[in-house]
Nanobody, 121 residues
């Protein structure tokens, strides 16, 4: 059973919007914080947004005021609403979850396949 399943990526024009979803399957029992990461072609995977179990959110500076992370804890699902998309947002987007998510704590060891947001330029 794949523990993390991302969906919702696709090609959209610059300035457009997408909503990504990620389901955390029962493979992992303890889901506290949830986060979205992205990996542009040829670059390192970076943390984009985090939402804690109490709903506190944090964002990397480049997506503030454009992206919104949310969660449905009952469904063990995290979302990323992306607006005002720019070519630099092009990447494969991954989610993860764990007791804490930050640059040093990236969640469960097994990543999903990610969902691709192609270059919109």
């Amino acid at each position: 059973q794949v523990p993390l399943v991302e969906s919702g990526g696709g090609l959209v024009q610059a300035g457009g919007s997408l909503r990504l979803s990620c389901a955390v399957n029962g493979y992992y029992r303890d889901v506290g914080a949830m986060g979205w990461f992205r990996q542009p072609p040829g670059k390192q995977r970076e943390l984009v947004a985090v939402i804690t179990s109490t709903g506190t959110t944090t964002y990397t500076d480049s997506v503030k005021d454009r992206f919104t992370i949310s969660r449905d804890s009952a469904k063990r699902t995290v979302y990323l609403q992306m607006t005002g998309l720019k070519p630099r947002d092009s990447a494969v987007y991954y989610c993860n979850a764990g007791m804490k998510i930050d640059d040093d704590n990236r969640g469960f060891p097994d990543w999903g396949q990610g969902t691709q947001v192609p270059d919109s330029s």
